[in-house]
């Protein structure tokens, strides 16, 4: 079976505010927030999660969350970067723990195991993968995984240390197949779908978005990252998540506003915003 690319992403507003981009970098951006914000807002995607890579862009994250309306953060060591912070492990923690303690940090993220890149050393990032884990777990937020060509590794250490409560596992841009997304429904992880699953040569990722329970289902754009159809070549922001959730709502032949209504609950299941 092939997934092809449904047609009519049109850049017109979602029927039904509420939905939000999932995981997003305004930092590496460069914008202005207030404007990136309110370009979201205008077309319906009225939350938007800025995710940390390090320390910097967690704290960043973490101040943003504080300072604006409709703006949430995660907090962590990007898997490719651990290498450069494993030296400090204590206080690397302890600050993490604190900035997840703050308002608006509604998860422990991004973290990972990232096999595509050789940044870090596969068992530093597996040391760090497993310290998110317990700092997810302490502060009660949902973790949100950056797997990249780490399937079976990611899933085992979940295994190790499950079982987890329903929707507190997320996997950001979500890269598996539809066997892999069988395997994330049952466990009830929440598969979070970019820009990419738009692409013509995502049939895979467009089966694993066919199997998905649509409640287990979340929209992102990892701007400026992975630009959208039929928007690719520019730089990707916020707003760009409407063109995806239209997308996925087709692909899966749901109605866009009950489609919506469901990423509307089902952020507030995961996020508790
Ligand atoms: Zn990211």
Known sequence: MTASAPSGSGDVALPEPGAFDGHTHMDIMGLPVDGVLADARAVGITRVLNAGCDIPSSRWSAARAAEHDGAYAAVAIHPNETGSVDDRRAEVLAELAELAAQPGVVAIGETGLDYY??????????????????????????????????????????????????????????????????????????????????????????????????????????APYLTPAPHRGKPNSPAMTAHTVRFLSELKGLGLADFCAQLQSTGKRVFRW
């Open 117 to 222: 890149r050789d940044w870090a050393a596969p068992q530093v990032q597996r040391w760090w993968f497993r310290a998110h884990i317990d700092l997810a777990r302490q502060a009660g937020k949902a973790l949100m995984i950056h797997d990249r060509d780490a399937h079976s590794d990611v899933l085992d250490i979940l295994d190790e240390t499950g079982p987890w409560p329903p929707d507190s596992v997320v996997f950001h841009c979500f890269s598996g197949d539809a066997a892999m997304a069988r395997r994330c429904a049952e466990a009830g992880y929440i598969m979070s779908f970019a820009g990419n699953v738009t692409f013509k040569n995502a049939s895979d990722l467009r089966e694993a978005a066919l199997v998905a329970p649509a409640e287990l289902i979340i929209a992102e754009t990892d």
